[in-house]
Structure formats: C-alpha cells, structure tokens
C-alpha cells in the first residue's frame, strides 16, 4: 500500500480477508498459517503520510499477525528487506549475498557487443543484406 493514500491501506485489508477466506475454504476446518508481508511503499513521503508507521505496525503485527516492511524505491530503501521478511515468513532458509545486504546496485549482466554478426574473412560485421541471382 501507498502510506500517502488511505484507499489502498483498505485494499490491503480486503485481499487479506479474501485470502484468508479462500484459503480456510481449501483445509475446511484448519486455520492455515499463510505467509504474508504488508509493505508500506513511499516512507520518503514523510510530508504526506496519511497511514502512520505506528498504526499500520499495530495493525499489521499485532492484530494481523503478518509481517511489515516500509519501504521507499525511489530511494531503493529496504526493497531486499521485503523478501527477507517473506523468506522468514514461509520459514525458508536463505542467504543473502553481501552486494545485496549492503544495498549495492547490481552489475550488468551481458556485456555490450554488436548484434550482427561478424563476417569471418574481414573482422567487420556482416550487412544485412543477400545477393539475389
């Protein structure tokens, strides 16, 4: 949910009902235990919080019994935090890599090289083009 909007606080608390009512459906009389992480998006909007962190922690933690995360990504601001807390949650064991835990943005994964491919006798890259006869 956004903490700057009210309305999608609520909408939290719909989809949550709606999947604990859909998954008590699936074990009839087991209350299941579902893992589920509330994440308060936009904690740089400290001007405009509506939902503040100490109601949406009661809420959330307490009454919910679910996990809390705020959360900026603007400022990429505890976005590795969220999985953890749903790792910890579904009781996955896990490890975080050290680039990661120290919020290091990522490296590119291909290098850049051409895309077409290179003529074998002259090292240039192939036209896109044939000769029709």
Known sequence: FSVDDSETFEEVRRLR??????????????QPVIPICVVGNKSDFDDKR?????VA???ICLDWENGYV????????????IFQELMIQA????????AIANGK???????????????????MPKRNSCAVS
């Open 17 to 30: 009902e709606l999947i604990l009512e859909i998954k008590s459906s699936d074990n009839n009389d087991i």
């Open 70 to 81: 705020e959360c900026s990504a603007k400022e990429n601001k505890n976005v590795v935090k």
């Open 105 to 123: 943005p990522r490296r590119s994964s291909l290098p850049e090289c051409p895309t077409s491919p290179v003529s074998k006798d002259k090292g």
């Open 91 to 98: 009781k996955v064991p896990y490890d975080v890599g050290p």
């Open 50 to 54: 509506v939902i503040r962190k100490e």
């Open 57 to 59: 922690e009661s809420v």
